[in-house]
Each structure stands twice: as C-alpha cells, then as structure tokens.
C-alpha cells in the first residue's frame, strides 16, 4: 500500500517553503513526495523549477526519508529531470501527457522501471489504446475539486489489469478510502500545509499534513484488515 503526497505548486512560487512541504509529507506517512515539472514552469512563473532546486528537492527527500517523484510535461523537463540525475526509478504521467505526447512517454518508458500514469483526460473504455511499458494506471476525473455528486464511470474493483488506484481530486478521504476497499493500492492526493491558501485552486481539494495522516494510517490498516479476511478464505 502506497501513498503520493501531491505537493505538485503547492509551494506559491516560494521555493524556500518546500523543505518544509517534504518534511511534514514524510511525516505524514507519505511513500512519495511529488512535484509537477514543466507546468507553469517560464521564467517568471508559480513552478519555474530550475537544477539547483531539484537538487534541494533530492536531498530533503534523502534526509526525510520520502521518495522524490515527478510528473514530466514535456520533452525540456526530461531533459531537465535527466540532467540532475541519472538514478530515477519512478515518474509519474499526468494524463495531460497522455493524451498530447506519446513519444515523451515511450521514451520515458524505456529509461524509467517504474512509470505511473493519471487517466483523468482520456476515455476510460479506451484504456487499452494507451498500454505502456513499466506503465501503472490510476483512476483519476480532471475536476478540480471533483464533487461527489460529479463522479463518474468509478470502478467496481482495482487490479494491475486496469487501474492500480486513483489520483484523487476530491474535497475528503472518503473516495480514496472507498478505493481501498475495492482494491486499491496506490493512493495520490494533493497536500498543503494550508487549505485557506488561495494562491492556486489546488489548496482547497489538498489534504493538510493531520488530514494526509488520517488516510495513511486508516487506509494500511484497512489494507491489512482485507488481506487478512482474504487470506482466510
């Protein structure tokens, strides 16, 4: 069972606040502390992430004990990403990715052992047209916030056949819980030290580090708890 602390802009463009961001993901229980790389990132924006600052990003990582992970928009951030270091072992795909830039995606396929992709812009009927390499799916609806009442097509049960977990949008635990139950184990949300923020959209449908805790802990032990049952049957 796998957790993805979504830190993603959650930073406001304040760099400096990010050590912080790593330091109460891992806290939290997190397995993965991840940022976006290539979105909004021209000099002068929220995310212009730059090699000096990754590499801050490896290091805090290290010493919190948490796993760095990217979601890479494009071909400059691959290149950006790769130049930093030659030691990656997962990279996330948003499903932005997945839908405009096929060749970004085989070619990370064939360097990466691990590549998680978000489904949230495709139709989940065609899941098949997009199977990569090393690829893991989560189910994922592009809505930010996703309301309860806006759910869509949300599967009846998760395997490494169709959707690993979910990448989850919503304004609660309880969809990502739900996903556990039926299966799920890799769980993304996004994370924020303050859901007033309103810098960006992603504050409000973020989990605060007791909140992210709370998924953490319930989700294992729920995890457990169905093992259990199943292997008794």
């Known amino acids: 069972m796998e957790f993805i602390a979504e830190i993603g802009m959650n930073h406001n463009g304040n760099f400096g606040l990010i050590p912080e961001l790593i330091k109460q993901a891992a806290y939290s229980g997190a397995d993965f502390a991840k940022f976006q790389?290539?979105?909004?990132?021209?000099?002068?924006?929220?995310?212009?992430?730059?090699?000096?600052?990754?590499?801050?990003?490896?290091?805090?990582c290290e010493y919190y004990c948490i796993k760095p992970l990217f979601s890479v928009i494009h071909e400059e951030a691959w290149k950006l990403l790769t130049d930093v270091t030659k030691s990656i072992?997962?990279?996330?795909?948003?499903?932005?990715?997945?839908?405009?830039?096929h060749s970004l995606i085989?070619?990370?396929?064939?360097?990466?052992?691990?590549?998680?992709?978000?489904?949230?812009?495709?139709n989940k009927s065609k899941l098949n047209e997009y199977k990569y390499i090393n690829a893991e799916y989560l189910w994922c609806q592009s809505k930010?916030?996703?309301?309860?009442?806006d759910i869509e097509e949300f599967p009846l049960s998760f395997s490494e056949k169709t959707f690993v977990g979910i990448s989850d949008h919503t304004i609660d635990l309880s969809l990502s819980l739900i996903s556990i139950?039926?299966?799920?184990?890799?769980?993304?949300?996004?994370?924020?030290?303050?859901k007033s923020d309103n810098t960006i959209r992603d504050h409000a449908l973020s989990s605060t580090p007791s909140?992210?805790?709370?998924?953490?802990?319930?989700?294992?032990?729920?995890y457990r708890t169905i093992?259990?049952?199943n292997n008794k049957r």
């Not at 139950?181 to 303050?194: K, N, Q, S």
């Not at 909140?211 to 729920?222: D, H, P, Q, Y």
């Open 106 to 122: 085989e070619k990370i396929t064939e360097s990466v052992p691990r590549v998680i992709i978000s489904t949230g812009m495709i």
């Open 144 to 149: 930010y916030p996703l309301h309860t009442f």
């Open 227 to 229: 093992n259990l049952i």
């Open 37 to 60: 790389l290539g979105w909004r990132d021209k000099k002068g924006e929220i995310n212009a992430l730059q090699s000096n600052d990754l590499i801050q990003i490896f290091r805090y």
């Open 211 to 222: 909140e992210f805790t709370t998924l953490v802990r319930t989700g294992r032990e729920i």
């Open 89 to 101: 072992c997962t990279v996330k795909i948003a499903s932005r990715t997945l839908v405009e830039n």
């Open 181 to 194: 139950c039926r299966g799920a184990t890799l769980i993304e949300r996004h994370f924020t030290l303050d």
